[in-house]
């Protein structure tokens, strides 16, 4: 099948490094607003889900800042 209607291999992942920032974005890196995005699935499907960064093993809401 082709890669838009075979969702059993895992997506390819594009990592960046906030070190390497634009000039302008670094301010952002200050922020308490990030979360870790890793491909899991859920049924047959890969999903990008969200996870804590104060604990990676633990889900991060969209609607709970605190997470």
């Known amino acids: 099948?082709?890669?838009h209607g075979d969702h059993s291999?895992?997506?390819?992942l594009y990592n960046?490094?906030?070190?390497k920032l634009?000039?302008?974005l670094k301010p952002l890196?200050?922020?308490r607003q990030w979360v870790?995005?890793?491909p899991t699935r859920q049924s047959r499907r890969w999903?990008?889900?969200p996870f804590r960064c104060d604990d990676p093993t633990?889900?991060?809401s969209s609607n709970d800042p605190r997470t």
């Open 47 to 49: 999903t990008k889900a």
């Open 22 to 24: 634009p000039a302008a």
């Open 29 to 31: 890196r200050a922020r």
């Open 9 to 12: 291999f895992k997506p390819a």
């Open 36 to 38: 870790i995005w890793r």
């Open 1 to 3: 099948m082709d890669q």
């Open 16 to 19: 960046g490094d906030l070190a």
């Open 58 to 60: 633990r889900y991060a």
